[in-house]
């Protein structure tokens, strides 16, 4: 079967949906525990829908240790495959992987309303086996499964710079992809960014129940070929650019967040399908624990 979905695979798939894009650089204390569920949806090329909901967790050990856990609860992706001559609607849904980070800051810098923390993260991307799921055509293609069925580790580094009326937040992720049933995702190297700024109140003041900010983030995402039993497959891999417009509302206890992530460049391989637009909706709940360092 000649798959051209690889594209699809490490744009959506790839677990990381800071701020909002990218929880792994989220400022947090010792002590909070911060929960998100994050329904999603996106649209593309070549009949490709997708559904998902991602349930991230992020818990302050100590100050300076952090770990983050996001895990795909939901998914579903149908697109057309071409196989044999024939274009048929290949679907699939399940739960999908989990990717678990820690985080150690190396670097803080505290002044009068403002933070400034670098850390550096190390983490694996854990599967739950369902990549092997089958529609009314057969084994679905494994861009379309809702899992990878591999252990990927991956490395990075993060930046957060909080202050009373903005945060700037940024990461750099590298990822390796090990494959598994006799298909390799092509790694992923990722770059993001993000920039939020208070909207309401203007000027900030004691006693305010909640805040409202305007947020833009934007994404950088290259990846390799993928690869079916060592064979490099043309229409996967290449480079993309989204740029991500949202608006944020926050309390201490909780937070709503909606986010359009818009392709400003895609640059891919062969015929690999183009990502039209993905809808992000995040819903956050704030806690304080007793169990830290």
């Known amino acids: 079967m000649g798959l ?12 990381a949906r800071a701020q909002i894009t990218f929880p792994s650089a989220t400022p947090i204390s010792a002590g909070n525990l ?4 994050q329904p999603f949806m996106a649209s593309g090329g070549q009949g ?14 100590t100050p300076d240790i952090a770990f983050v856990l996001d895990s795909d609860s ?12 024939e274009t048929l609607q290949r679907s699939a849904m399940g739960f999908g992987d ?13 002044d009068i309303g403002s933070t400034l923390r670098l850390a550096p993260i190390i983490g694996v991307v854990m599967p739950t086996w369902m990549d092997d799921q089958s529609d009314n055509y057969g084994r679905v293609p494994p861009p379309l ?13 993060t930046f957060s710079w909080q202050t009373l009326d903005w945060m700037l937040a940024a990461d750099i992720v590298y990822q390796v992809n090990t494959g598994a049933e006799g298909y390799k995702f092509g790694n992923v190297f990722r770059v993001d960014g993000g920039f939020r700024y208070r909207l309401w109140p203007w000027p900030l003041r004691s006693g305010v129940p909640a805040e409202i900010y305007a947020s ?15 064979v490099a497959q043309p229409n996967t891999g290449g480079t993309s650019l989204f740029l991500d417009p949202g608006i944020i509302y926050t309390t201490a206890q909780y937070g709503i967040v909606l986010s359009a992530l818009l392709p400003a460049m895609q640059q891919l391989n062969g015929s690999a399908p183009l990502i039209h637009y993905e809808i992000l909706l995040l819903f956050r709940w704030s806690f304080f624990t007793p169990y830290h360092l």
């Not at 998914?75 to 044999?84: E, F, W």
């Not at 989990?98 to 505290?110: N, S």
């Not at 499964?145 to 580094?157: I, M, S």
Request: glycine share 8%; proline share 4%.
């Open 216 to 230: 833009l983030e934007a994404n950088l995402i290259n990846a390799a070929q993928d690869q079916a039993v060592g």
């Open 74 to 85: 939901y998914v579903y992706q149908t697109a057309r495959v071409q196989s044999a001559g």
């Open 48 to 61: 490709y829908q997708a559904y998902e909901n991602q349930i991230v967790v992020v818990y302050g050990f």
């Open 4 to 15: 051209v979905l690889g594209l699809l695979a490490w744009t959506l798939a790839a677990p």
């Open 34 to 37: 911060i929960v998100r569920e």
């Open 145 to 157: 499964q809702p899992g990878w069925g591999a252990w990927d580790p991956l490395v990075g580094n």
């Open 98 to 110: 989990t990717q678990f980070v820690f985080r150690y800051t190396i670097m803080q810098e505290d």
